[in-house]
């Protein structure tokens, strides 16, 4: 095994999304969208928005469910988006105007620290983005002033790893070739929350009430419908965090790498569908 270089194991201690995440987000955008597309999809089921609702969402990524919330309440209600990421933030925006969806507005800010004028909402969302705050609680407590008193919030949040294969399996592959830093509970990343009870506690710490917790799972599509274990493995190489840390070592051990991450996606590929692998994710609802 390769010696890693010193600099990549410290930067993957966290995930700088007001930086290098943000831009590879963007860039593989069609790919990460239509990969969690099914979660995104089970979260908008539960949450239920309703017209004439004003719903903030934070971490809006590429901007899928903060657009189809925007729909959802439309024509009188609205969605304001905020991300950390300046690039996601643009990009968005022109996202939004080439839909012609005009009741949606992006903002570029830190969301555990964001003062919104136009308080309050009625609505708070995420998907995926609040596992990332590096002191959860006052970060919560933050998001619970920008809702009116009993107004709801909705988190999808990543499940255990275990029950998420199509982001370890990957990663088991990826620590096969290179060095990667040992996974830290309850640290800011996609699995801050994989114990339910500490996602209970930080938001009852927070202020907000009636928190309900809920488990989801099924399978998503890696790289997105129809992807072959080529184009997944691909994907997965430039976008993820872990197919990243790869790119900081010679060329023969990246193939060596992609060669088994295709191999791993072959065992998962349905012609019809593309390469489908277990998902499970926990929907939480609170009020403020």
């Not at 004439?52 to 729909?71: H, M, N, P, W």
């Not at 919030?153 to 990667?180: I, S």
């Not at 830290?184 to 202020?207: H, I, K, N, Q, S």
């Amino acid at each position: 095994m390769t010696d890693a270089p010193h600099h990549h194991a410290d930067a993957l201690k966290y995930e700088d999304w007001a930086g290098e995440m943000g831009a590879r987000w963007l860039a593989n955008l069609t790919g990460f969208e239509s990969t969690i597309a099914p979660a995104g999809e089970a979260l908008l089921a539960h949450a239920a928005y309703r017209p004439g609702e004003r719903v903030v969402d934070i971490g809006f990524g590429g901007g899928a469910t903060s657009l189809a919330i925007a729909k959802a309440v439309a024509p009188e209600g609205e969605v304001v988006g905020i991300d950390i990421s300046p690039d996601l933030a643009a990009a968005t925006t022109r996202r939004a105007a080439g839909a012609g969806i005009a009741n949606a507005r992006f903002i570029c800010d830190d969301a555990a620290t964001v003062a919104v004028p136009e308080l309050p909402f009625d609505r708070l969302c995420s998907r995926f983005g609040s596992m990332f705050f590096s002191e959860p609680v006052p970060a919560f407590a933050n998001l619970r002033g920008l809702l009116k008193a009993g107004g709801r919030l909705d988190l999808a949040v990543w499940g255990p790893p275990q029950q998420n294969p199509w982001m370890l399996e990957g990663m088991a592959v990826a620590r096969r070739h290179v060095e990667m830093p040992a996974p830290v509970p309850r640290a800011p990343g996609p699995f801050a929350f994989e114990e339910r009870d500490y996602m209970e506690e930080t938001l009852v710490a927070a202020g907000f009430s009636n928190v309900h917790i809920v488990a989801a799972r099924g399978e998503l599509p890696v790289g997105g419908p129809g992807a072959t274990p080529e184009q997944a493995q691909a994907f997965v190489r430039h976008a993820l965090a872990f197919g990243q840390a790869l790119l900081d070592y010679p060329p023969e051990v990246q193939e060596a790498a992609a060669a088994e991450l295709t191999t791993l996606y072959t065992k998962y590929y349905r012609p019809s569908e593309g390469v489908m692998m277990g998902y499970a994710i926990w929907l939480v609802s609170a009020n403020a």
